[in-house]
């Protein structure tokens, strides 16, 4: 199922760690805006949600409005058919299937330092030969700070406040997940590679499977290689791309490989709140490894001009209660169509002439 949006070419925290907290999210949010319901068109669209989300020197032009900086990879999915107890999607039969994706940093500005960033991301499209496709862009966080798309967008309001220093201050106080996020960001270790990182998804969908039963879930890429933590100050000594770089020459010298575990919520555990995390005795599925063979530059790699739309999902996958993946998907439409016509300001790298 292909979206007419792709293009074929190719401790506790102070006052200061919340506003770079709300910022943080900002970038993990990708942008909200009209969800079930939710806010109405006086109050908030997605182009004054993607605006709000933007540098206070305003957006880079041509690139993404969040998670700016990224890689593209090519790879292949192996589904080893477990999934299929319980989701008819094509993409869970055992087999091998195409995939292309982006690893990323949260921030809008594409030459941040890799060792500034402390949510990564990891994007995915995988292929399935009915021409139906799973799209999901993850992070590496646990859970996400904040519960709904109104509360994301009061967030926003409150970090830009600059007449009231306190406002992002009381919004944390009344809001315990962005404390709890806070004190993730503060405390978590920090890996050294893409490859040894963890991403989720933290919002739930619901699966069918042939029988036509249905089943609410949440998903992580788990990596294979082990992790090495870094203390952040010495990646912040490290070149500004040692992510890309390190993972280049990892992939180069054998591929990298995540397995994908389904978690299953079980009656009664919420599945549209990404702030709460369900309890760690459910029910998970391993369905498959996600195999990277191949890292390329953004500027002329295949994920550059791609919508990792959430809501693009194949048939035997749909939404739930969750109001995050519709709300993205709408402002991820208004930051494609702006980036990808600003082309000019991102212009792609002509390849050396051969001798």
Request: net charge positive; aromatic share 10%; proline share 9%.
């Amino acid at each position: 199922m292909k979206t007419p949006q792709d293009q074929t070419a190719t401790g506790r925290p102070t006052v200061g760690r919340f506003a770079a907290i709300a910022l943080s999210v900002g970038a993990v949010a990708c942008a909200f805006a009209y969800a079930a319901g939710w806010l109405t068109p006086s109050r908030l669209t997605p182009a004054k949600i993607v605006d709000s989300l933007a540098p206070a020197s305003g957006p880079v032009k041509g690139f993404r409005r969040n998670h700016a900086k990224g890689i593209c990879f090519a790879g292949n999915f192996e589904a080893n058919g477990e999934a299929v107890a319980v989701s008819r999607a094509s993409i869970f039969k055992a087999g091998s299937y195409p995939v292309m994706g982006r690893f990323n940093l949260a921030g809008p500005i594409p030459t941040m330092a890799d060792g500034t960033g402390r949510v990564r991301g990891l994007s995915v499209r995988i292929e399935a030969p009915d021409q139906q496709e799973w799209r999901t862009a993850m992070i590496n966080a646990p859970f996400f700070p904040i519960a709904t798309p109104k509360e994301f967008y009061e967030l926003q309001r409150a970090s830009a406040n600059k007449d009231d220093p306190g406002a992002i201050k009381q919004f944390a106080a009344s809001h315990p997940s962005l404390r709890a996020f806070g004190a993730w960001a503060g405390s978590a270790p920090y890996a050294e590679s893409y490859a040894e990182d963890r991403f989720n998804s933290l919002n739930s969908f619901v699966l069918t499977n042939a029988q036509g039963q249905k089943q609410t879930v949440r998903w992580s890429f788990i990596p294979t290689a082990a992790m090495v933590p870094v203390p952040s100050e010495d990646l912040k000594k490290r070149d500004p791309d040692f992510l890309f770089k390190e993972l280049f020459q990892r992939v180069a010298n054998a591929p990298q490989k995540w397995r994908l575990v389904l978690t299953l919520a079980n009656p009664g555990d919420p599945t549209a709140d990404p702030t709460l995390v369900w309890p760690a005795d459910r029910r998970q599925i391993e369905a498959g490894t996600l195999v990277v063979t191949r890292i390329e530059a953004e500027a002329n790699g295949p994920c550059r001009d791609i919508n990792f739309d959430p809501t693009v999902l194949p048939e035997g996958m749909q939404t739930s209660d969750d109001p995050f993946p519709a709300a993205r998907s709408a402002a991820y439409a208004v930051s494609y169509d702006r980036r990808t016509s600003e082309s000019e300001h991102y212009p792609r790298v002509q390849a050396e002439a051969k001798p």
